[in-house]
């Protein structure tokens, strides 16, 4: 009770405080148009189950470029390309840091990572780190064969499914996340049906599945500071027992690799611990972070290209025209005796407009990251508060009618010559398609997300056809969303695959 009463005190005595300061503080210019806020929640309803489709919703009414209240945040929404380039190219220095939330501070060891640390020495270090090292082009084709002998094994799995229907996105993330494993510590992690895999590893995979949800909670004490102690969810204490056992593992991982170094692991994790001894440019790396990098890795670089190569798949089995046209190619180019590699990508035209089209219609993380506004500044005549938090809707920017010609159309044509986008790609230069952000802060994996969707789903369309469940019309397939951290399907994709290359390409 008396708990109670202390948190309802808590909130009266923000509430004051917050509206002086805002009376005292209130600047010339007008903030961002947008719907009007409840006391103390502010727009936090009006975030609704689909916050990327919701704001969608409201930017129609208020325009693309919004402001909102989320408790005592204030939230701007970029939701047209002009003003995504606003933020992240014109005033993109401005907004290179990420907003203070409790799954940063309990889950990503404190800020010490790449993806939530703030902007400064650390992160240029860390990310100079991951790019040099793990992203560089040099560093990808070290790997090649591994991500190769991955998705040719989740080949082999599905051929050897016979009349069973398959959930295509559950093997995809095995496959996506083995081959990262492999690349990062030099081990598988999950079981892919073969037998004889590490015991944790299906531990390890409920683990992943914990920080997505817990990562894209809404947590009440990162909105109402006054009730962050209270932790009424009670997401904090989930947060910090998940980060117990995320720690037990990783620190086991690298205990591992001290051990054995004399065997000369060739991983990147074998490449952080040796820099940790060797500084960079003056830096040096501490253990901790190198476990925080670990972290980021397997939570961004796994679902984000499993489930985009799973969207890619439910539209080729909905637009069977553009399947034969990409089966083509991909038989011309590669032939039907051996599986596509990653040499033959740079050859395959329609895949890569087949591919940016996904991204496009199915962008795997709808709000992008969020940023927030280090110091106040005037965008298209609004004042932008400091300390405000950008939500960019890339989902909305994508589909707006005024850059792309019947927008909710599945057309990869609109990316090849003589197209109405035959230039743009989708590595951040072009803002009316940005699945992966923009600016200082753009994923530093785009490189290998890129790649990798590209292999998956060049492969599963050249080695089969695909039917649905119960012999489904494709026209009848349910597109829905979920949401999570990052967008699924709200219907899992079940079908059979239908081996479609001579039979020994599926023994290798
Ligand atoms: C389909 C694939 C992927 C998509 C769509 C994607 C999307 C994104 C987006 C939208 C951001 C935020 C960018 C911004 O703030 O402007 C981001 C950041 C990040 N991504 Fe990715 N990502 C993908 C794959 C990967 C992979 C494979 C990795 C690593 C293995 C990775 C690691 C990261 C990291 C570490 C950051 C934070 C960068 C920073 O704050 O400096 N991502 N990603």
């Not at 202390?6 to 923000?14: D, K, P, Q």
């Not at 806020?37 to 208020?62: E, S, V």
């Not at 402001?67 to 002009?82: E, K, N, P, T, Y």
């Not at 994508?398 to 743009?424: C, I, M, T, Y």
Request: net charge neutral; with cysteine.
């Amino acid at each position: 009770m008396f708990t109670w009463v202390l948190g309802f005190g808590s909130i009266v005595a923000a509430t004051i405080i917050y509206k002086l300061f805002k009376l005292i503080s209130r600047p010339s210019l007008p903030l961002p148009p947008g719907p009007r806020p409840w006391p103390i929640i502010g727009n936090l309803p009006h975030m609704g189950p689909m916050p990327h489709q919701g704001l969608a919703a409201l930017a129609l009414k208020h325009g693309p470029l919004m402001h909102l209240r989320m408790g005592f945040v204030d939230v701007i929404v970029a939701a047209s390309a002009s003003v995504a380039e606003q933020f992240l190219k014109v005033h993109d220095v401005n907004f290179s840091s990420r907003p203070p939330n409790s799954g940063a501070k309990y889950m990503a060891y404190n800020y010490q990572d790449l993806v939530f640390a703030p902007y400064g020495p650390q992160w240029r270090l860390r990310r100079k780190i991951s790019s040099v090292h793990l992203f560089s082009g040099k560093a990808l084709d070290n790997f090649t064969h591994l991500r190769q002998e991955e998705v040719g094994r989740l080949t082999s799995n599905l051929a050897s499914c016979g009349s069973k229907v398959v959930n295509l996105g559950q093997l995809l993330n095995v496959c996506t996340t083995n081959a990262l494993a492999r690349v990062m510590i030099g081990r598988r992690v999950f079981n892919d049906g073969n037998g004889g895999f590490d015991p944790k590893a299906d531990e390890f995979k409920c683990m992943v599945v914990e920080l997505m949800v817990l990562a894209g909670a809404l947590n009440i004490g990162d909105f109402i500071p006054a009730l962050e102690w209270l932790d009424i969810q009670g997401l904090q204490a989930k947060m910090k027992k998940l980060h117990n056992k995320f720690d037990a593992f990783l620190t086991n991982i690298i205990e591992e690799h001290k051990v054995s170094r004399s065997e000369k692991h060739q991983d990147m994790l074998s490449t952080l611990l040796s820099l940790k001894d060797v500084p960079e440019d003056g830096g040096k790396l501490a253990e901790i972070e190198i476990k925080a990098l670990l972290l980021n890795m397997f939570a961004a670089g796994t679902d984000t290209s499993s489930s985009t190569t799973e969207w890619a798949i439910a539209e080729l089995i909905k637009n069977p025209n553009i399947r034969a046209k990409l089966q083509q190619e991909l038989d011309s180019v590669v032939g039907r005796d051996r599986l596509v590699t990653e040499a033959d990508l740079a050859h395959l035209p329609y895949l890569e407009a087949v591919v940016k089209e996904t991204f496009r219609l199915h962008p795997s993380t709808p709000l992008s990251l969020p940023r927030v506004a280090s110091e106040s500044c005037e965008v298209f005549g609004y004042h932008i508060p400091k300390g405000a938090t950008l939500l960019v809707n890339v989902w909305a920017i994508a589909r707006d009618p005024n850059e792309w010609h019947n927008p909710l159309e599945f057309k990869p044509e609109r990316f090849l010559p003589g197209g109405e986008k035959a230039n743009v790609d989708v590595k951040g230069n072009d803002f009316e398609v940005i699945p992966f952000g923009a600016g200082r802060r753009i994923c530093v994996g785009l490189s290998l997300g890129l790649r990798v969707v590209q292999l998956l789903t060049a492969t599963l369309a050249h080695a089969f056809d695909w039917e649905l469940e119960n012999g489904l019309n494709p026209e009848k397939l349910n597109m829905d969303e979920a949401f999570g951290l990052t967008l699924q399907r709200a219907v899992p994709l079940s079908v059979h695959p239908r081996p479609r290359l001579s039979p020994h390409v599926y023994s290798s």
